[in-house]
């Protein structure tokens, strides 16, 4: 099984690609993880954000293979503790399908990326940036392939 994050914005700062770049590292052999990172929809003055929400659906989906499982990240969404996400990770397996991670825009997902997605996931309440996001996620992918593996690196 594969992942993919596909992700709306480019040129993560240094500390946060640094920090994904490591957990990319850790999840090679169990869990190898592409990031794929999409130009954002044009905002400003004058701009029309609903037009940049459009835009930014429509490249995830084209960046979207066919036969994945796909997992948006929403404030909407489910939150999973730790333990949670490892029963989720070892289902996933079962399912015999790669799965795709999704990071919308500033304004969230398109709702035709929401209603392709099968399962959306909150990483709790708290607002986080964006980039931030991809570094928590590499994490919390990398600490459910440990508690599934029984590894004392995870010790909620």
């Known amino acids: ?6 992700a709306v914005g480019e040129r993560m700062p240094g500390w946060v690609a640094e920090g994904f770049a490591e957990y990319r ?6 869990l190898p993880l ?6 954002p929809g044009l905002r400003g003055k004058g701009r029309d954000d609903a ?3 459009q835009d930014e659906g429509a490249a995830i989906l084209a960046a979207l293979p066919q036969d994945v499982h796909a997992i948006a990240l929403d404030g909407r969404g489910k ?8 029963e989720q990770l ?8 790669d799965l795709a991670f999704l990071i919308g825009g500033p304004d969230g997902h398109a709702p035709e990326v929401l209603a392709r997605a099968e399962q959306r996931w909150s990483l709790g309440p708290l607002t986080l940036p964006h980039m931030l996001v991809r570094l928590v996620l590499a994490e919390q992918l990398y600490r459910a392939c440990k508690i599934a593996a029984g590894h004392p690196y995870h010790r909620g």
């Open 1 to 6: 099984m594969r992942a993919r994050l596909i």
């Open 25 to 30: 590292k850790r999840l090679s052999h169990e």
């Open 34 to 39: 592409e990031l794929v990172e999409l130009k």
């Open 51 to 53: 037009r940049a929400i």
């Open 79 to 86: 939150a999973w503790s730790s333990e949670d996400l490892a």
């Open 90 to 97: 070892a289902a996933w397996r079962m399912g015999g399908r």
